[in-house]
């Protein structure tokens, strides 16, 4: 049975189709899931997400597309999301290395690396989706370069250039800072 079959079997109320969808793509959704996420658990809980929203969004599917590659956009954008919110986690382990540094010179070095780390999210916040995206894939989860690229459905080639115009304009943005405070 095709992708569109089972799209208009599910959408009719079928139970064969979701079946058919789930057994057929779940492991992929997970896969990706894990790939970006780097955590079993999360994994888990984005693959049953990812296909709780692409059942509720199926009358938005377009029959012409492939069906993986649909469900794979619903994938990227809800793990975005997940990364996204453990941003205050990487906050409270800033928190606790600067209350476990035993000596003033540590207290210091942790304090500068601290307000460093809230410049840097300060200025992520501000660069626009996709090249926040890039980066945050590539150098804080840790994504190879093919993994990136698969993840935004974008070439190799045009990753790297995408990942080297969203590092000079990070760095412009941490300039405009810098800047602003003197």
Known sequence: MQDAEA?????RGDPRGPELLLTRYQMDVYNVSLRMLRNPADAEDAT?????RAFSRLHQYRPNQPFGAWLHGITRNRCLDIIRSRR?????GAVER??????VEDVEGAAISRLTSER????????????????VLRYWE???????????AMTEGA?????LRARR???TTLGQEVGDAV
Not at 7 to 11: D, G
Not at 159 to 163: E, N
Request: glycine share 0%.
């Open 98 to 103: 600067l209350a476990t540094a035993s000596a």
């Open 48 to 52: 049953q997400d990812v296909f709780l």
């Open 7 to 11: 799209v208009a079997l599910t959408l």
């Open 142 to 152: 840790d994504l190879s370069i093919e993994a990136v690229a698969r993840s935004l």
């Open 169 to 171: 304009s990070l760095a």
């Open 88 to 92: 205050p986690i990487a906050e409270l």
């Open 159 to 163: 990753t790297r250039v995408a990942l």
């Open 120 to 135: 840097v999210r300060a200025a992520l916040d501000r660069l626009p989706e996709r090249e926040r995206s890039l980066l």
